[in-house]
């Protein structure tokens, strides 16, 4: 292209500028060749004439399209230059804040100055594996390329960090450690990984100082060497040490400090471990106080020294060799703060003895105080014959203290980094090693001194390197692509390198000058003059004569001479070193002991050689000096940098203020020309820097092609001919085998062609749409002129016709008002008469109201009057009548009296009144059966009895006075006997009295308790009105903070899968432990695991197991109250359709029953004993039979009662119930629910009538044997031998006895009424109080129904859970309850099985001894009761030398495929039926041996087949089914609800094995993890491939972004590259691990959570490569990335897997796609992408549009307002604070109790399995 076409109107260019280096500029107007000035326009529309000239001014550089700007790239730029980089990085580093960016071979790092998240393990797992190419430019991406090149091409690796001090080299250079301790980590116990961590913290204390340029400034050069092993595991590491800056022990410049070491001493000073070291504060120190500024703002110096001697003792340093370091640091700052004295000559100096600071440096050092304060003021003089003692000036004297201080720490210095190289050494092999090289950057200050000089030494020869290196490899590059290439001219800087180390070069001179007794600086400047002021790096400054000049490759730099000499001889006098030998303290005498005599051993890899040779004490004169040892250093170190291969990171400061994310171009300028990025941009930009693959090419410029050269299916050649049809210069461009190369420009050129393009499309399309639009228009204008005339017109219609129609309204109006005024005036005169003709009417009617009343009330006045006189009259005639009649009756009383005296003498009605008497109790026994009303009517019958007895004894008085002596004796028993009954009548009535005062208090408490009740009832409703009251505000605040709720249920669920995980991950560390363990001990057997085991009694179990309705145990089946009781607490819904309730109901008619058998059986036993006493005296038989008889009624009746009470009950509750339902719930399924609790109390009802008529039955039976007895009675009195001829004492007697038997059964009675009126009255007021209840209860169901009605569907679920919640939690308390109780009782069986168990085993071990003599013993059975043959009952059994082969068969040597035609699970129900069999025969130890193996034996076999997916989903499997069979089997109710009948027949009897169930699942997540390990292991490789780049959608592969240009060295060019594969590939590895675990039985819910999980891997592998790959972050690769998670989700959908959450994992990837292509410009925009990005943090949404990279110009760029305001705006987050996605988080896995349907007995087992031995039981 001409300049003409590059420099014509719009173009953009870069021009200088003095304060930002380069500024943006557009042209506007064409440029001519040849003109000498460029019309411009700056950023903020400043007009600029440019001037232009051949020489002086050349063009400005061009700009880069905006589609290039911000690449990862530099070399990908089109125009390299330094503007364009400088551009870029800075776009890179303030818009995205992306600090790492790739220049070639070169990773540019800038220092942020501010902690990021970007260094986390799962960035560290999300780079590895991952060519250099493919991600965003990372440290770890450098780190890992090193690692990759190492295991794959077999050889050593270097990564060199340089910059100044500063930019971050220390921390890039920890950063890469920190990768290959991680990736790399050792398999042993050593953990050197570890202790290379543990090295930094050590360096940085004794290396690191604080500078004007960075806090933490590494002062000396290191290279690690981290060893690995054939398996590339870290085996050990080595440190190589550079030049340390001594001179900082002594002197620091202002706002400097010295090594943190002395800061962090002075810190801690005040403890007791550091007492012994007499420090004080740093301030008091001359050697930490010369910089004025001890502090480091944020820098805890104390907490800094904890940290170092943590790495001190991690490393294996002793607490003793930590206290000696101490102390030798601590001697260094006491020997900077003694005092030297003048004397008064001036040529000599003393110290005072006095100085504490001498002392304290003796006594920490051990050396003697006397010669220590002599030599530091002498020097010995050695001379060929005489040896001289001089005295030293105080200059001198300060010189060599100065110089011996810096001698220690160098010494000290030496001495750590050597142990510390012991400490990481390893006496393995080593297979291959990385090195990491932290060196110092080019440096220039005001005054450079030997230091500066030989750090810009070291960059000289670092620079040297990277130059080839970068030649070497383009060079490569284009033999590879087979390209003709020409030799590329770079800058060497050999000449520089010559002037400082070649024959008679700098270092020589100056060697040579430090020979000379006299050697100055100045001499040695003159001599630099002299020699090399014709050399062209060389140059002497105007106006000094002790500085020169070296043109380095960077930048020129001034050096002072002064000092140089000094610092090279590095001059310590050999009498101070010589006290120091013979310190009392071992470590500090070893420091300065000679090491020469020790030859290093030999190696096989590098000799690496230390940094610092010793120097030789015995020769002084050939003492190596500093600047050759320093070379000598330095050309082993680019010995070992050649025979590896390096990786460049350079570290750029961005300014010097220290603030995060600020750009100070001018800084940034000047690194990138020392550090030698600018020259790699100028080597590429010799040659061909832009490279596209064939298809991108094609694909990016396919729109420059005609419709007929695009048929053509060769791509090669169609780019071919394009570029030959743009380009008309073929060198700007070459065809390699795979690649297009272009020269710099041509892909600006290109993309200016293609812009051009597109934009002529544009304008045809927009020519074509104008026109439509306009012929749209002008059709909608004549549409809107029609329209607007017919409204027009209509319009005025309908004016008219509103005229016309007012007019006749008009008239209507006119009309109406005139009648209705007309009516007014005619209805008030109306209204005027009839209220006249109303009051004259009742005038006339009250005043014949009035005479009428006055009538009336003369009339009642006559009527009363009369009265009174007519009852006056009526009184005197009664009073008269009734005297009369009272004299009259006295008289007749009289006579009857004297008549009743003379009868009372009589004997006959004696007899009378006995007989009367005897029928008299008969009927008061009668009576008292009946009801307390009738006790009155008693009484009185009893009273006129006593009257008639007094009256009948007088009669028998008189008598006896008249027959004489005869029957005196008879009247007188009679008499007495007639006596006791009086006093046993009085008694009874006393009694009858107690009972009545009993009756009345008892009815009086109740009465009280009733009212109490009624107060308590009171006070519960107005608790309940206040329960009710707070219920509705709880629910007001319920539904304003449902948010709150959510979270805090979120919170709760968070908290709970934590625990989860907590555990699961104790249980994977275990696992780790084990596979430890096993890999130490592979040859021993594993050890069994013994738990206890407890047994329970098998009657318990058995009991246990009878029942089929496992919700109601038997204690539960309780009375009427029991089941009111249920119903109360169950509802009237549920318990409608609860068979408990009927249970329970039932249970009733079941004790009536009972009770008849009971009755039945002592009828029988009555009638035997009639039978057997029949041959008995009357007297007896009659007594017995009569108790007999009383108690039947007796038990009769209260059935009878008992029945009619439980009838009036049910029919209470019934009736309550259906006026509840009726009233309260009209809906239909309330109704329905109660029929069927109606129906289902008829049949209770019905049943209950059948049981009545059994006990009627048995009733008559009871009579129809009395009258037998009767009958029998008469017999039996003919029968009786004796016959008394007089009668009448005979019927005495028997009266007598009649009456006391008569009087028993009275007692008798009256006792069981009041138990049974007692009862009655508790059952009757427990049943009223439960009904109460029960209405209570209704009336809040009521309430609550009425509630949810009024509620939101939403609300309503929430209430509804909130209620279930609370429900279930009073269950769980009563269950715990009943789980305490239940262990309560274990203890106690516990205690009787030890007992028993003793006894058993010893019956066991005297059977063994018999069964010893037997070849092979049948199976003993310990059976109590003999068995007849039965069906086979689900148990295997074998023998105990056929257990090992059992499990060799079942589990070491199965195959999945083997059982695949079977019942799933097979192996884990033929081994529970084994385990059947042991619990079957009381085998404590069989059951042991059983399980422990099978444990034992699964662990081997997954650890034998730990990669093997069907393995272990064949093992998981059936080890979760061999729980479920323990659980299901178990006897345990909750685990028994499904189980049929045959089922619980098969459950275990003697032995609770809980804690194996435990191990078991213990067992089941340890495999679930390792199958979830095999499955991301196989799966993730296939990821990044099938998510991000593979095409689903064809019509999007046209659109892609500039191809990333790969180095030769990322890709592995044997195997063809990395393996592609596409989305239908990994959703048929998801279909087969789905059929595989589908095909084992594997339980649904375990197979959704292992979905769910490997979702969770796909979603967090793919999110992490979005977020650090920028050239997927598009609007087409969001379409593709959308359609892709879109059929994830069909394919959960197919397999019906939807339920198992696997989608919701997919939420975040579906975000980030949506979010690449929403529209993000405006405000609104902001708020849509916030709400929209819910599980997206903030960080990673702004991660995603600093990546967003348009695919064209048409498309724009995030702009950073857009993305601050996303930052900044105001969110409900909790974000983490990691950018990426944990892909090795594990969700917390739950396995579900799942019972099976198959029944033990109809099991088979294949022939095939080789289980003959095994025996069906």
């Known amino acids: 292209m001409s300049v003409n076409e590059l420099y014509a109107k719009y173009t953009r260019v870069w021009i200088p500028d003095p304060d930002d280096v380069w500024r943006a500029a557009e042209i506007v107007r064409d440029y001519k060749e040849g003109e000498a000035v460029l019309h411009l326009t700056l950023e903020d529309d400043t007009p600029l004439e440019y001037p232009v000239g051949p020489k002086s001014n050349p063009l400005p550089f061009l700009r880069n399209p905006d589609i290039l700007v911000g690449e990862n790239d530099l070399t990908a730029l089109s ?133 004007t340029r960075n806090d933490n400034s590494s002062r000396f050069g290191k290279y690690i060497e981290i060893g690995f092993n054939q398996q590339y595991r870290i085996i050990g590491a080595n440190m190589r040490t550079y030049l340390l800056e001594k001179s900082r022990v002594v002197f620091q410049a202002e706002d400097e400090r010295n090594y943190h070491i002395f800061y962090q001493l002075c810190a801690s000073a005040s403890l007791p471990e550091y007492k012994d070291l007499c420090l004080t504060s740093a301030e008091d120190f001359t050697f930490t106080s010369m910089g004025e500024n001890i502090f480091i703002e944020g820098v805890n110096d104390a907490a800094d020294l904890e940290k170092t001697r943590e790495a001190f003792t991690l490393l294996g340093i002793k607490e003793g060799n930590q206290s000696s370091i101490f102390k030798v640091i601590a001697s260094i700052l006491h020997l900077g703060n003694i005092e030297i004295c003048s004397q008064r000559d001036g040529e000599s100096c003393h110290v005072s003895r006095n100085d504490l600071h001498l002392k304290h440096f003796c006594t920490l050092l051990g050396v003697e105080l006397k010669q220590m304060e002599h030599w530091l003021c002498h020097r010995k003089l050695v001379t060929a014959t005489e040896t001289y003692v001089k005295n030293m000036s105080t200059k001198q004297a300060e010189n060599a203290r100065d110089a011996l201080a810096k001698h220690i720490y160098a010494r000290m210095f030496d001495w750590i980094v050597e142990h510390i190289n012991k400490a990481l050494h390893t006496s393995s092999k080593q297979h291959s090693f990385i090195g990491v090289l932290d060196i110092y950057g080019f440096e220039t200050f005001e005054v450079n001194s030997f230091e500066q000089f030989c750090i810009n030494y070291a960059n000289e020869k670092l620079q040297q390197q990277f130059n080839s290196h970068v030649f070497k490899l383009e060079q490569e590059e284009y033999m590879k692509e087979q390209i003709p290439w020409t030799l590329i001219d770079f800058y060497d800087n050999q000449p520089c390198i010559d002037l400082i180390e070649a024959r008679l070069g700098i270092l020589d001179l100056l060697d ?91 190696s096989s890899r590098v000799n690496v050689r230390p940094a610092k ?111 030959e049809t743009l380009i008309k210069d073929h060198d700007m461009f070459q065809f390699g085998k795979t690649k297009i190369f272009f020269r710099a420009g041509q892909v600006a050129y290109l993309e200016k062609l293609r812009a051009d393009r597109f934009r002529s499309a544009c304008i045809k399309i927009q020519k074509t749409v104008r026109g439509w639009l306009q012929r749209v228009r002008y059709r909608k204008v004549r549409k809107m002129a029609v329209s607007l005339q017919r409204y027009g017109r209509g319009y005025l219609a309908r004016r008219h016709a509103d005229l016309l129609r007012q007019t006749r309204a008009a008239l209507l109006c006119q009309k109406q008002y005139r009648m209705v005024r007309d009516r007014r005036a005619y209805l008030r005169v109306r209204r005027a008469v009839v209220t006249i003709q109303a009051f004259t009417r009742g005038m006339f009617t009250r005043r014949i109201f009035q005479e009428f009343m006055l009538h009336h009330k003369a009339m009642l006045i006559q009527k009363v009057v009369r009265g009174w006189l007519q009852r006056r009259r009526f009184r005197r005639a009664r009073d008269a009548a009734i005297t009369i009649q009272c004299l009259f009756r006295r008289v007749r009383a009289r006579r009857r009296l004297q008549q009743l005296k003379v009868e009372a003498r009589s004997a006959e009605r004696l007899k009378s009144l006995n007989s009367g008497m005897e029928n008299k109790i008969v009927q008061l026994q009668r009576k008292m059966d009946d009801q307390s009303k009738e006790l009155r009517t008693q009484n009185e019958q009893l009273l006129q009895v006593n009257n008639k007895l007094q009256k009948q004894l007088e009669q028998v008085k008189t008598q006896q006075g008249e027959a004489g002596g005869a029957g005196g004796a008879q009247v007188s028993s009679l008499q007495e006997e007639l006596d006791r009954l009086k006093e046993e009548l009085q008694e009874a009535s006393a009694q009858r009295k107690r009972m009545e005062e009993e009756h009345g208090n008892e009815k009086t408490g109740l009465q009280l308790r009733v009212e109490e009740l009624e107060k308590e009832n009171a006070l519960l409703k107005s608790e309940k009105e206040e329960m009710n009251h707070r219920i509705l505000q709880q629910t007001k605040s319920f539904e304003e903070d449902s948010s709150s709720v959510s979270l805090m249920e979120t919170s709760l669920q968070a908290e709970l899968n ?31 695991f013994q738990p206890g085991h407890r047994r329970n009694p098998s009657n318990q179990s058995s009991l246990e197991s009878d029942s089929n309705y496992t919700s109601i145990s038997t204690s539960e089946l309780g009375d009427t109250e029991d089941s009111i009781q249920l119903v109360e607490e169950m509802g009237v819904e549920k318990a409608a359709m609860d068979i408990g309730l009927f249970m329970k109901l039932q249970k009733r008619v079941r004790e009536l029953e009972q009770e008849r058998r009971r009755l039945q059986i002592n009828l029988d036993k009555m009638e035997e004993l009639a039978r057997s006493r029949g041959s008995e005296s009357r007297s007896s038989t009659s007594e017995q039979e009569t108790a007999d008889l009383a108690y039947n009624n007796l038990k009769r009746q209260e059935l009878e009662s008992e029945n009619k009470k439980l009838k009036k009950d049910l029919n209470e509750l019934r009736r309550s119930i259906s006026e509840r339902a009726s009233e309260n719930d009209p809906s239909n399924e309330l109704q329905d629910s109660y029929n069927l609790l109606l129906s289902q109390l008829r049949s209770a009802n019905e049943e209950l009538e059948g049981r009545k008529e059994e006990v009627l039955i048995l009733r008559t039976q009871i009579v129809s044997a009395a009258h037998i007895r009767e009958n029998n009675q008469p017999r039996q009195s003919s029968e009786a031998p004796e016959v008394s001829e007089d009668k009448e004492p005979v019927d005495s007697e028997e009266a007598l006895k009649a009456y006391h038997g008569l009087c028993e059964s009275k007692k008798l009675l009256e006792a069981q009424l009041q138990t049974q009126s007692r009862q009655h009255g508790d059952e009757l007021e427990a049943l009223h109080t439960q009904i109460e209840l029960l209405r209570d209860d209704i009336e809040k169901k009521q309430e609550i129904l009425s509630y949810t009605a009024s509620l939101s569907p939403e609300a309503r679920v929430e209430y509804s859970v909130q209620q279930e919640i609370t429900r279930l939690t009073n269950d769980n308390l009563d269950l715990k309850e009943l789980v305490e109780k239940l262990e309560k009782n274990e203890r106690k069986l516990k205690k009787q099985l030890r007992i028993y168990m003793k006894k058993v085993q010893e019956l066991e071990a005297s059977q063994a001894e018999a069964q010893t003599n037997r070849s092979r013993p049948p199976l003993s059975r310990q059976v109590t009761v003999q068995r007849k043959e039965k069906d086979f009952e689900g148990m295997l059994e074998y023998y105990k030398e056929d257990e090992a082969l059992l499990f060799k068969t079942l589990i070491t040597d199965i195959r999945p495929n083997t059982v695949s035609a079977t019942v799933p699970c097979l192996p884990a129900y033929i081994l529970f039926m084994c385990i059947r069999h042991a619990d079957y025969v009381n085998d404590d130890q069989k059951v042991e041996s059983l399980l422990t193996s099978t444990i034992n034996a699964i662990k081997k076999v997954l650890k034998k087949n730990n990669e093997d997916f069907e393995m272990t989903s064949f093992w998981l499997a059936n080890t979760s089914r061999l729980l479920h069979c323990l659980k299901q089997y178990s006897g345990d109710e909750a685990f028994m609800t499904q189980n049929t009948g045959k089922q619980n027949e098969h459950c275990l009897k003697n032995f609770d094995l809980a804690e194996y ?115 997927v972050c598009s609007w087409s690769n969001g379409m593709q990335l959308r359609y892709n998670t879109s059929q994830m989700e069909e394919w959960l959908r197919a397999n019906n897997l939807s339920h198992s959450k696997a989608a919701e994992t997919l939420e975040p990837i579906i975000q980030a796609a949506q979010l690449l292509q929403v529209k993000k410009k405006t405000t609104q925009d902001a708020e849509a992408i916030c709400s929209l990005c819910s599980a997206l943090s903030t960080q990673q949404i702004v991660k995603i549009l600093n990546l967003y990279t348009p695919l064209n110009e048409f498309e724009e760029r995030v702009s950073v307002s857009f993305i601050r305001s996303i930052q900044t705006r105001p969110q409900q987050r909790h974000d983490p604070p990691q950018l990426l996605m944990d892909t090795k988080h594990m969700f917390p896995v739950l396995f579900p109790y799942t019972p099976s349907a198959l029944s033990l007995e109809t099991l088979h087992i294949p022939a095939s399995l080789g289980l003959d031995f095994l025996i069906r039981v």
Not at 94 to 123: F, K, M, R, S, W
Not at 1061 to 1070: D, H, I, P, V
Not at 1644 to 1663: D, K, Y
């Open 79 to 211: 125009y390299l230059h330094e503007p364009a980089v400088l551009h870029n990085l800075k776009v890179r580093f303030l818009e995205p804040n992306h600090i790492y960016t790739y220049c070639g071979i070169v990773l540019v790092a800038i220092n942020p100055y501010e902690q990021l998240h970007i260094y986390g393990e799962e960035v560290i797992r999300a780079y590895s594996g991952q060519n250099m190419g493919d991600m965003d430019p990372h440290i770890f991406a450098v780190a890992e390329e090193a690692y990759k090149q190492m295991a794959r091409d077999e050889k050593n690796q270097s990564i060199i960090v340089s910059g100044e001090s500063g930019a971050g080299k220390t921390v890039s250079a920890k950063y890469a450690m920190r990768f290959f301790a991680t990736v790399g980590g050792s398999t042993s116990d050593t953990n050197v990984e570890e202790k290379v961590l543990a090295s930094s913290p050590i360096m940085e204390a004794i290396g690191n100082a604080k500078t």
């Open 512 to 602: 040579e000058e430090c020979k000379v007794p006299k050697g100055t600086d100045e001499n040695w400047a003159q001599k630099l003059y002299k020699q090399h002021s014709a050399s062209a790096h060389f140059q002497k400054p105007r106006m000094s004569n002790v500085s020169f000049i070296i043109v380095h490759f960077a930048d020129k730099v001034e050096y002072q001479s002064e000092g140089f000499l000094e610092k090279n001889r590095d001059t310590v006098y050999g009498e101070q070193i010589n006290i120091l030998k013979a310190s009392e303290f071992q470590l500090v005498a070893d420091l300065f002991h000679d090491k020469d005599d020790v030859a290093p051993p030999k």
């Open 613 to 723: 040779s010793t120097p030789k004490a015995p020769n002084k004169e050939h003492k190596k000096t500093v600047g050759h040892q320093f070379r000598s250093s330095l050309h082993l170190l680019m010995e070992t940098l050649n025979a590896t291969t390096p990786h460049y990171v350079r570290c750029i400061k961005p300014n010097d203020l220290k603030e995060p994310f600020m750009f100070d171009s001018r800084r940034a300028v000047q690194q990138l020309r020392a550090c030698g990025v600018l020259e790699t941009i100028r080597i590429s930009a010799a040659g061909y820097p832009s490279r596209w693959t064939y298809p991108d090419f094609f694909n990016r410029y396919r729109v420059l092609l005609k419709k007929s050269e695009m048929a053509s299916a060769d791509k090669k050649l169609v780019c071919r001919n394009l570029l």
């Open 1058 to 1088: 934590a625990e989860r995980q907590r555990y699961q991950n104790l249980l994977k560390q275990m696992t780790t432990v084990e596979q430890r363990y096993d890999n130490l001990k592979e040859e021993l057997s594993m050890s069994k």
């Open 1557 to 1671: 169930r435990q191990v078991l699942s213990d067992l089941s997540i340890q495999i679930y993890q390792q199958l979830i390990k095999v499955a991301e292991g196989i799966i993730q490789p296939m990821i990044v491939s099938a998510m991000l780049e593979s095409e689903s959608i064809p019509s999007l592969a046209g659109v892609k972004t500039m191809g990333y240009r790969n180095r030769s060295s990322s890709m592995d060019v044997d195997s063809g590259g990395p393996a592609t594969y596409t989305l239908k590939a990994l959703i048929r590895q998801l279909g087969q691990f789905h059929g595989t675990m589908r095909d084992h039985g594997l339980d649904p819910e375990i197979v959704g959570q292992v979905v769910r999980q490997l979702f969770h891997c796909v979603n967090a592998v793919t999110l992490n490569n979005l977020l650090l790959r920028k050239d």
